[in-house]
């Protein structure tokens, strides 16, 4: 799956098909991905309304197998895996030890003792490397398993329909968050029912060499239903809406999931300790007593577009800042998600603004997420 040459990007199994659709092409966290195919906002309203196609084939897969695998994965991560049940998923985290936050991550249990750890493109190498330096004194292997993996996402309301026309597997009994080997399209796959938009979708994880026969047949069953390839441009757009964080953007290692508003992802009941959970109780006391600032929305009432970084301000005072921000294809509106302090959190608060090039343009803040799919 990687280019030859080391001063490129990595290329994913199916770039030279992207480059034959038309994609605008980008480096993102160190591999060439689809950015668009075309019009972003179409995209948008495709998965929101129809359907999706998305190569994911950037993130990382680190597989962890052994005696002692769950035992080490509750050691390493801030989640109590010892819960999850065999073919479901969890989201969790990998902190340091003063508690910030490494990655946040899907955990899926493959077998009665392997697992599939799911990290981010640009954190991919830092987990792997966590992940086999806390492994010593385990009976368990961590293995990097990003080279076996293609990942494709189709997602939306048509998604099921789509994926049903491929496959024999039970999708009406997999339930969110979990996961099953199956067929689809003749190609053998762990379908997994997540996602990353807001809208009901699957991942399917396969051969590198299978990846454009799937993708193939998903173009041809998917259409008549609407279906368009989508782009990580639009992703971006979907999960914002969806109020969804982003690595590097509402996370980082100078932030705790208690600072990030997830502090329900931390297990201190969990048998055994775990990386950071001294820190992370201190944490969690600091946020009872005195919340730090709070992960809101912001709705623009203009036109103009809020970005990363801009200064959230009130009485002429800097509150906050934002941490993403773009117009909203669904509301057709400028939104953002900023953290700001907590006296200025509550829905509705009034008087606030986001400082865009010196004019401090008047913003809504309103609960997160902006936009929830009809069940």
């Known amino acids: 799956m990687s ?11 199916l770039d030279a098909l992207h480059r034959s659709l038309g994609a605008t092409m980008t480096d993102f966290a160190g591999w060439d991905m689809p950015l668009r195919y075309g019009s972003e906002r179409d995209e948008h309203i495709a998965v929101r309304t129809k359907a999706g196609l998305f190569d994911l084939s950037h993130m990382g897969e680190i597989t962890v197998t052994g005696p002692q695998a769950v035992a080490l994965l509750n050691h390493a991560l801030v989640g109590n895996i ?5 073919g479901r998923a969890r989201y969790t985290m990998i902190c340091r030890a003063d ?14 003792t392997e697992y599939m750890v799911v990290a981010n493109a640009s954190n991919a190498q830092v987990v792997l490397d966590a992940l086999t330096e806390r492994a010593a004194g385990f009976d368990a292997e961590v293995r990097d398993d990003r080279d076996n993996y293609a990942l494709l996402a189709v997602q939306g309301p048509e998604s099921a329909g789509i994926l049903k026309s491929l496959t024999d597997a039970d999708l009406e009994g997999l339930k969110y968050y979990a996961g099953l080997p199956g067929t689809v399209a003749g190609v053998p796959a762990l379908i997994a029912r997540t996602g990353y938009t807001g809208e009901d979708g699957f991942e399917l994880f396969v051969a590198p060499g299978d990846a454009e026969k799937l993708w193939q047949a998903l173009t041809e069953a998917g259409a008549d239903a609407g279906l368009v390839p989508c782009g990580l441009s639009c992703r971006d757009t979907l999960r914002l809406e969806a109020g969804m964080p982003l690595y590097g953007h509402e996370l980082s290692t100078s932030l705790t999931p208690f600072d990030a508003g997830l502090g329900r992802v931390v297990k201190f009941e969990k048998e055994g300790d775990f990386v950071g959970r001294e820190a992370l109780l201190a944490a969690a006391e600091r946020a009872a007593a005195e919340p730090p600032r709070v992960l809101v929305g912001l709705v623009a009432e203009g036109r103009r577009v809020p970005r990363a970084g801009y200064a959230v301000v009130a009485g002429g005072e800097v509150i906050g800042e934002v941490t993403s921000g773009a117009p909203s294809p669904t509301l057709g509106k400028p939104i953002a998600m900023a953290y700001v302090d907590a006296a200025h959190a509550a829905p509705g608060t009034a008087g606030v603004g986001v400082d865009i090039r010196g004019n401090h343009e008047p913003y809504e803040v309103v609960a997160l997420p902006f936009y929830k799919r009809q069940k």
């Open 82 to 86: 010892a819960t999850v049940g065999l």
């Open 3 to 13: 280019s030859t040459e080391p001063d490129r990007p990595r290329r994913i199994a």
């Open 99 to 112: 508690g910030g936050i490494l990655d946040d991550l899907i955990v899926y249990r493959l077998g009665e």
